[in-house]
């Protein structure tokens, strides 16, 4: 079974503060696949990040990064220098390979604010 | 804009009635999903079609079905509405399957909220 716990519901934040969102995954596949979206107040999901099981790299792109762990299952997202605009609820998602595994497994989101 | 269009954006409708969402994925993609967020539940996956096939079930109600048409638009059939199923609807599309191990980007349309009254 996949599981996705992101254990923090709640974050608030003074705007450039630097913060960090976790995410811990399961899963018994080798093989499989994580992402990040972002759910602003209007409600709609915007993709952020994927990230294969077999690529450790971390990655940065603008004021966001992630931090890939096989060691710990974990997938931490850090925004640094944080906006306003950054206030949503961010999910942390899970897709393993492997037929019947087609759909992704959100982890319950933990939702940022940030205060001006 | 993530290309994954959705409509109705909002839908108000009364308890026992039946309503349809529809969805039109990205263009090239091959794959729908429905997913339902609703606040106790978070967001859970109903169901996916691939290029007109049903691939993949969920936690979807029998109330609940859903088909993709030829044109791989896909429309989701809620009926016997409860209060319960008030809640935000999202199609969402993908290249491929991923069950082939393509770890294809799965991209979300805005949602269709219904509220069941």
């Known amino acids: 079974a996949q599981k996705v716990t992101q254990a923090q519901t709640e974050i608030s934040v003074v705007e450039k503060e630097d913060v960090t969102l976790d995410c811990v995954y399961e899963?018994?596949?080798?093989?499989?696949?994580l992402f990040w979206y972002k759910q602003p107040p209007s409600g709609e999901l915007v993709f952020l990040i994927r990230?294969?099981?077999?690529?450790?790299q971390n990655e940065i792109s603008g004021r966001y990064s992630w931090n890939f762990q096989k060691s710990t299952s974990s997938f931490n997202f850090t925004i640094t220098a944080s906006q306003v605009v950054d206030s949503a609820v961010y999910f942390c998602?899970?897709?393993?390979?492997?037929?019947?595994?087609?759909?992704?497994?959100f982890g319950k989101g933990t939702k940022l604010s940030v205060i001006p | 804009d993530s290309g994954v269009t959705q409509t109705p954006k909002h839908l108000i409708t009364a308890t026992g009635q039946r309503v349809t969402l529809r969805c039109s994925p990205r263009?090239?993609?091959?794959?729908v999903y429905w997913y339902q967020q609703s606040l106790d539940q978070g967001l859970q996956f109903l169901i996916q079609?691939?290029?007109?096939?049903?691939?993949a079930k969920g936690n979807i109600l029998e109330r609940f079905s859903a088909q993709q048409f030829p044109d791989l638009h896909s429309e989701l059939n809620l009926s016997s509405l409860e209060l319960g199923d008030s809640a935000l609807y999202f199609c969402?599309?993908?290249?491929?399957?991923?069950?082939?191990?393509?770890?294809?980007?799965?991209?979300f349309g805005e949602g269709s909220w219904l509220t069941v009254v």
């Open positions: 969402a599309s993908s290249v491929g399957t991923g069950g082939s191990g393509s770890g294809n980007t799965i991209y």
């Open positions: 899963t018994r596949d080798t093989t499989y696949y």
């Open positions: 990230r294969n099981s077999f690529d450790e």
């Open positions: 998602a899970l897709r393993s390979h492997g037929a019947g595994s087609y759909q992704l497994t």
């Open positions: 263009s090239g993609d091959l794959s």
């Open positions: 079609y691939y290029n007109g096939e049903e691939r």
